[in-house]
């Protein structure tokens, strides 16, 4: 396990492109940079709840999702940035600010997809669609 891993980060930082795990939950965004089209995977690890709890200021799971309903930039860029590390990727949220071009609907996309392959989100919670009304939907 720990040599698939240290693979994943070697490979991550030569550029190279190594598949998402979908047993450890990882997913991959796509995003235009500084630098061009890239891809970092994103996986809702222990450690990224843990700063993504701290960044947003929240105590649990279920107060992460309620806060999704209301975030803005900074709180998607902290997101995105605890997911991307929980990936492998030594990525900042001022990176992410400066560095992303990425639209809201596709970052909570990416985000929700993270959690789901997590199981930290039903398929009922929140609609990922995009072509609905752009905004995310609560579930039953």
Not at 119 to 127: F, I, K, L, N, P
């Amino acid at each position: 396990m720990t040599q698939n891993r240290a693979t994943r980060r070697a490979a991550a930082a030569e550029g190279r492109r190594t598949p998402a795990n979908a047993a450890r939950g990882e997913t991959v965004i796509t995003v235009q940079t500084r630098d061009g089209e890239k891809e970092f995977k994103l996986c809702l690890t222990l450690s990224a709840i843990a700063e993504i709890e701290d960044g947003l200021g929240v105590e649990n799971l279920q107060e992460i999702e309620g806060a999704l309903q209301s975030a803005g930039s900074r709180q998607f860029a902290t997101i995105l940035a605890a997911l991307a590390r929980g990936g492998g990727h030594d990525i900042t949220v001022d990176d992410i600010r400066k560095g992303w071009n990425i639209g809201i609907q596709d970052c909570l996309v990416a985000i929700v997809a993270a959690f789901r392959g997590a199981g930290a989100m039903t398929d009922g919670e929140y609609r990922e669609d995009a072509q609905s009304a752009g905004e995310p939907q609560a579930g039953n």
